[in-house]
């Protein structure tokens, strides 16, 4: 029985990997080039994140199919979270917040003389980190899918509820604003026709939005145009910029903090995991605790010692893989960029979950290969190209904002071929730019619009099974699954309100000062 | 400590005014969603999702609204931010403007004459005063763009 589901797993596992590798071919390595190249670029650049990266490949990729929009995604990704170091180190100037605790040590490395060593030792520990985080990917959302083929409409539903109340926490400072912006991107999606009785809804006699706000234009705008206009209102000061001087690295030297880059990596992985927390809480939390922990570093912490550097960078992109897990499973996505590429998974008509993986399991395949392909290109091109970006990167702002404000005029016009979608973008756009100025959060709204139509009909859908029972409540609400969405939707909520934090606190120092 | 209608107004401005707002806009999607075609059924209403979404802007907004009263905001800086607040509005309003022309002239001239003015004028904006800069990025950017779209992306640009 045993030689039999052995010989079972293997021959499962043997035709996995046959189809993963059948996804690996030359126009496959391309794409995810081209995608890292963009990802390395635009994170590089301070101001411009993973975020604004992606946002502009889905534009380009939309009438592609959805290997090669995939596969460049992931390019962007990967090579997107792990570029924002290089500015970090040369420049003590983040190119993305989760860089902000590899300035720490990484400009003191290299202000040593030692830059070429603080870039490498920051390619090697992203490296390992995107792996960890890839790795456990493909082990753990699969299993985690199951769980949603047992669920209703209404636990859909709630599931839904649940993405939104947690990403309310997202690059917002402030909850409420987060869930208000979230509910707000839901009322957007209810514009156009309605899915279930075909009535028009909220388009005050505008034929254009008999179908709907674009959900490509406006996300191009909330991330893309408005971060530009968000730019232009930082004065930024000439920054002094430090030479990566020809040094001899010994391969020992970069893989001694070994230990501290998969401790960073797990970190990593379950901040990941959590949706709201992200990669800067991810790199800092990493950081923290190989401060901590590591008694005897290379120089002591915040002087250029390595063990720092390879603690944030394992974990800030271990985060990759750790916030695709719930997306793919659950269709939670757990950081704002996964946000966007559930948003192509819509597009594309593909929907997250157990069926992803039984119907479409090569999408699955796409993903995991884009990533493991992006972490070589990490590994090549940060090898290689890090000296050149450092020239790259001083490419003034009067050139590149005008580059990307076209870049995002063409984007949303090639979603449709409609100059219309760029009219939504640009108003789209401003919305942004005031969201960020106010604190509120873009990707909030987005999995607002995207998750929009899945809440509305699995809603109606559990209405009208409830109404049509004995005991309506019961009907929707008392099932195991259900109960503990709630439960997780309520511990959602609580945990974000102020008083409640406060009175919890304040019970554990009672605990602490009577222990 | 008195403060100046303008100055009492400037405290509770932004809070308030943003959540009257969203709470209005709540107010005006449940209008909206009662008004909408019910068809016989609740259940399958088009308006039911939308209701519960108004209602929900509304309570949030009130949120809001009671926990920014609690809030203060500091006067001293109140009046060197505004200005700088002014200044940087306009710069942003520019861009505005320009992409909300840009989309016209691109319907009317062509992608690569639109995009040629679209650019240099952003690039005045931002403080480019070098007149070959002016000339030779402009005509660049529009002709990559172009050609990279629309030979190599098969994205057909007006």
Same mark, same amino acid.
Not at chain 2, 81 to 97: C, M, N, R, S, T
């Given at each position: 029985m045993d030689s039999t589901r052995v010989f079972r797993y293997i021959c499962r596992k043997e035709s996995e990997m046959q189809s993963f590798f059948s996804i690996i071919n030359l126009p496959f390595v391309l794409y995810v080039g081209l995608g890292a190249v963009m990802g390395l670029l635009v994170g590089s650049l301070p101001g411009l994140s993973a975020i604004t990266g992606v946002a502009l490949v889905v534009s380009i990729s939309y009438t592609w199919g959805t290997t090669k929009a995939l596969a460049m995604i992931m390019g962007v990704y990967v090579l997107a979270c792990f570029s924002g170091s290089i500015t970090a180190i040369l420049m003590n100037i983040p190119g993305a917040p989760a860089a902000v605790a590899t300035t720490l040590d990484g400009y003191p490395l290299a202000k040593k003389g030692e830059a070429k060593k603080a870039v490498l030792t920051s390619v090697v520990y992203s490296t390992l980190g995107s792996v960890v985080g890839i790795i456990a990917l493909v082990y753990i959302a699969k299993p985690m899918s199951l769980i949603a083929l047992h669920f209703s409409p209404m636990d859909y539903f709630l599931l839904s509820v649940f993405g939104l109340a947690t990403v309310g926490s997202i690059a917002s400072k402030d909850? $409420?604003?987060?869930?208000?912006?979230?509910?707000?991107?839901?009322?957007?999606?209810?514009?156009?026709?309605?899915?279930?009785?075909?009535?028009p809804r909220f388009t005050f006699g505008i034929q254009a939005l008999v179908a709907g706000i674009p959900t490509i234009p406006a996300l191009i705008g909330l991330f893309g145009l408005s971060e530009v206009?968000?730019?232009?209102?930082?004065?930024?000061?000439?920054?002094?910029?430090?030479?990566?001087?020809?040094?001899?690295?010994?391969?020992?030297?970069?893989?001694?903090?070994?230990? #501290?880059?998969?401790?960073?990596?797990?970190?990593?992985?379950?901040?990941?995991?959590?949706?709201?927390?992200?990669?800067?809480?991810?790199?800092? $939390?990493?950081?923290?605790?190989?401060?901590?922990?590591?008694?005897?570093?290379?120089?002591?912490?915040?002087?250029?010692?390595?063990?720092g550097i390879a603690a944030s960078e394992s974990a800030?992109?271990?985060?990759?893989?750790?916030?695709?897990?719930?997306?793919?499973?659950?269709?939670?996505?757990?950081?704002?960029? #996964? #946000?966007?590429?559930?948003?192509?998974?819509?597009?594309?008509? $593909?929907?997250?979950?157990?069926?992803l993986f039984t119907e479409t399991p090569e999408l699955f395949s796409i993903i995991v290969a884009g990533g493991l392909v992006g972490c070589m290109f990490l590994l090549l091109l940060g090898y290689t190209t890090a000296p050149l970006l450092a020239k790259v990167v001083q490419v003034p702002r009067k050139i590149l904002f005008p580059i990307i404000l076209v870049l995002c005029c063409v984007g949303a016009y090639a979603n449709n071929?409609?100059?219309?979608?760029? $009219?939504?973008?640009?108003?789209?756009?401003?919305?942004?730019?005031?969201?960020?100025?106010?604190?509120?959060s873009p990707a909030a709204m987005v999995l607002g619009m995207v998750l929009g139509t899945l809440m509305d009909n699995n809603f109606r859908r559990a209405a009208s099974l409830a109404i049509g029972s004995e005991n309506p409540l019961a009907n929707m609400f008392l099932h195991p699954i259900t109960i503990i969405l709630l439960f997780m939707i309520i511990v959602s909520l609580l945990s974000n309100n102020k008083t409640v934090k406060k009175k919890i606190k304040s019970l554990f120092l009672k605990k602490g000062k009577a222990v | 400590m008195r403060f100046s209608c303008r100055e009492v107004f400037m405290k509770y401005r932004k809070g308030t005014v943003e959540n009257s707002v969203f709470a209005v806009v709540g107010v005006a999607v449940i209008i909206g969603s009662v008004m909408l075609d019910n068809n016989g059924s609740l259940a399958l209403s088009p308006g039911l999702?939308?209701?519960?979404?108004?209602?929900?802007?509304?309570?949030?907004?009130?949120?809001?609204?009671?926990? +920014?009263?609690?809030?203060?905001?500091?006067?001293?800086?109140?009046?060197? +931010?505004?200005?700088?607040?002014?200044?940087?509005?306009?710069?942003?309003?520019?861009?505005?403007?320009?992409?909300?022309?840009?989309?016209?002239?691109?319907?009317?001239?062509?992608?690569?004459?639109?995009?040629?003015?679209?650019?240099?004028?952003a690039m005045l904006l931002l403080g480019e005063r070098r007149w070959w800069a002016l000339v030779f990025f402009p005509v660049a950017i529009s002709l990559v763009i172009f050609y990279g779209f629309d030979k190599g992306l098969q994205v057909y640009l007006p």
């Open positions: 909850y $409420l604003k987060g869930l208000l912006c979230s509910i707000i991107g839901v009322l957007f999606s209810c514009v156009g026709i309605d899915p279930i009785m075909g009535i206009l968000d730019q232009l209102s930082v004065d930024v000061s000439k920054a002094e910029m430090l030479t990566i001087t020809k040094q001899k690295v010994h391969i020992s030297e970069l893989l001694r903090c070994w230990k #501290t880059g998969i401790k960073g990596s797990l970190i990593g992985l379950v901040i990941g995991v959590l949706p709201g927390a992200g990669a800067p809480v991810a790199s800092l $939390l990493s950081y923290d605790n190989a401060k901590k922990s590591i008694k005897n570093p290379s120089v002591p912490f915040g002087e250029g010692a390595v063990e800030n992109n271990a985060v990759i893989g750790g916030a695709l897990i719930p997306m793919l499973a659950l269709g939670i996505p757990g950081d704002s960029v #996964t #946000t966007i590429i559930l948003s192509v998974f819509y597009i594309h008509g $593909l929907i997250p979950g157990p069926l071929n409609s100059l219309y979608e760029v $009219l939504i973008m640009t108003i789209f756009g401003v919305i942004g730019y005031y969201m960020k100025k106010n604190d509120y | 999702f939308p209701l519960l979404l108004g209602c929900l802007i509304i309570v949030i907004s009130l949120l809001m609204m009671r926990r +920014d009263r609690k809030k203060s905001v500091s006067q001293e800086n109140a009046g060197s +931010d505004e200005k700088q607040a002014g200044k940087k509005w306009l710069k942003v309003l520019a861009f505005v403007g320009m992409t909300l022309l840009y989309i016209p002239a691109m319907q009317h001239l062509h992608f690569i004459i639109a995009t040629v003015l679209y650019v240099c004028v």
